[in-house]
């Protein structure tokens, strides 16, 4: 197990209890795991007589929509600053504080803040800090806090915690799965007798023509290096525009380059300027791609990391990054004797 040492299940059940009035907020591009956290502990707090603002940094909810229902996200540019009138604040999947830094600066003094979490690089920052890395989602976290706090699930929040945690593990797919993420999953089922088919058809059955698009636009940009091993996909600011997909779907199109069969680490380039690149990087098994996003002042998870590049040519960027990669995969095949996947 990992220990960060970031495990204040207490004082954070203590901050939830107490609280009367909530700021909850997530990372830039909230996705299903970000997005199905905030909303859980939406509709567990406010039904338990709390007062909840729900905020995003950027864009809306894509197709998350079904979670919402007519509770809408508020813009952080359309609220006053400061946030005054909360007494607490709930980040959920924010790896850095930075990640959250237009939140945390648009607190009244004295808010208290619950950082909620599963990244290993997050540093712990709030008054009270729950990041669990072995957990499988920032979903599995807010469960066993709200858990602890004794404020019960609404059949809306275990929807969204369902989202959260099938989300973050690919359908249970990625090495994330745990067998707690399961039984968590198993008991929202059967305790609120959730239609599985119907929110798996929402999360994945939902494609637009413009995705779909997409996605073949991506497939045409695919590379392979050290024979097959290494994958790497592009959208570039132009597939975007031709298509009308949002930034969320572009973040989406890393899953292409990983379903090719032989790839142990893939990586998508998105071209966000001509001196602007964003990075996703996974992989599998002892290839520990957080270590290559953070040479680039990146971060994330073992298998699941990226990083953001500003102020070099988008191509000579790259070409460091595949360079830095195809070094870090030969170098872990010769130490595991050519085996990558557990």
Request: include cysteine; proline fraction near 4%; charged fraction near 25%.
């Amino acid at each position: 197990m990992i220990d960060t040492g970031f495990r204040d299940y207490a004082k954070a059940a203590e901050l939830l209890d107490t609280g009367e009035c909530f700021v909850l907020g997530g990372h830039p591009t909230m996705d299903g795991d970000a997005i199905g956290s905030l909303y859980a502990l939406y509709y567990a707090l406010t039904a338990a007589g709390k007062q909840c603002l729900a905020v995003t940094q950027d864009a809306g909810l894509g197709k998350y929509e079904y979670l919402a229902g007519s509770i809408a996200l508020k813009p952080l540019s359309h609220l006053p600053d400061p946030l005054d009138g909360y007494d607490t604040a709930v980040v959920v999947d924010c790896g850095a504080q930075s990640r959250a830094r237009a939140i945390l600066d648009r607190l009244a003094p004295g808010t208290k803040v619950i950082n909620l979490d599963h990244h290993i690089d997050n540093p712990g920052f709030g008054d009270a800090a729950v990041v669990i890395p072995d957990a499988s989602s920032s979903g599995e976290v807010v469960y066993n806090a709200l858990k602890m706090a004794g404020i019960a699930l609404t059949k809306r929040a275990a929807e969204a915690l369902f989202t959260a945690i099938v989300t973050d593990t690919g359908r249970f797919m990625f090495s994330n799965s745990t067998p707690d993420s399961y039984r968590i999953i198993a008991q929202l089922i059967e305790e609120f007798e959730l239609d599985v088919a119907t929110l798996t058809g929402l999360i994945y059955r939902v494609k637009t023509p413009q995705r779909l698009k997409l996605e073949a636009m991506v497939a045409q940009t695919i590379e392979g290096y050290l024979d097959g091993k290494v994958v790497v996909a592009r959208v570039s600011r132009e597939m975007l525009d031709a298509t009308g997909c949002t930034e969320a779907e572009a973040n989406e199109m890393i899953v292409i380059p990983k379903s090719l069969k032989g790839c142990m680490v893939c990586i998508l380039f998105r071209e966000m300027g001509a001196h602007d690149l964003k990075v996703s990087l996974r992989s599998e098994g002892h290839m520990p791609v957080n270590e290559i996003a953070a040479k680039f002042r990146g971060g994330g998870h073992l298998r699941a990391a990226g990083c953001q590049v500003r102020g070099r040519p988008v191509a000579e960027s790259e070409a460091e990054i595949v360079q830095a990669v195809v070094e870090e995969l030969q170098a872990t095949l010769d130490r595991t004797g050519g085996k990558v996947i557990c």
